[in-house]
C-alpha cells in the first residue's frame, strides 16, 4: 500500500534552515507529481509546494517563493523541502502528499517549530 514518511523536522531559530524529507513507496514514485502541505495549529492546512514526476515542473506558494526548494530523487523514492530564512510563520506540521486516482495520500507529518 501507499507510505509517505515525513522526517527533517525540528526546533530552529528564525533565519535558520532545514531540510525537510518523505520517502515514498508502494507506488510508482516517478510516474507520480508530489506536493507538500503544511498546518499551523487553529489553521487550515495549506499548499506548500508541488513537484512534476520528472522533476521538471515546479510550484510555490507565493508567499514561500525564493525561501522554500521543492525537489525529488526518482532514484530514491523521496521527495524533498529545502526550507531557508525560516520564520515563527512557519512553525507547522508539513505533510507531503500524492495523488492515485481520486485518492489523496498523505504521511503522519513532521513538526517545523521555528523559535527563538
Known amino acids: 500500500q501507499v507510505q509517505l514518511v515525513e522526517s527533517g523536522g525540528g526546533l530552529v531559530q528564525p533565519g535558520g534552515s532545514l531540510r525537510l524529507s518523505c520517502a515514498a513507496s508502494?507506488?510508482?514514485?516517478?510516474?507520480?507529481?508530489m506536493t507538500w502541505y503544511r498546518q499551523s495549529p487553529g489553521k487550515e492546512r495549506e499548499f506548500v509546494a508541488y513537484?512534476?514526476?520528472?522533476?521538471?515542473?515546479?510550484n510555490y506558494a507565493d508567499s514561500l517563493k525564493g525561501r522554500f526548494t521543492i525537489s525529488r530523487d526518482n532514484a530514491k523514492n523521496t521527495v524533498y523541502l529545502q526550507m531557508n530564512s525560516l520564520k515563527p510563520e512557519d512553525t507547522a506540521v508539513y505533510y507531503c502528499?500524492?495523488?492515485?486516482?481520486?485518492?489523496?495520500?498523505w504521511g503522519q507529518g513532521t513538526q517545523v517549530t521555528v523559535s527563538s
Open positions: 502528499s500524492t495523488r492515485g486516482g481520486w485518492t489523496d495520500y
Open positions: 508502494g507506488f510508482t514514485f516517478s510516474a507520480y507529481p
Open positions: 513537484i512534476a514526476n520528472t522533476g521538471s515542473s515546479t
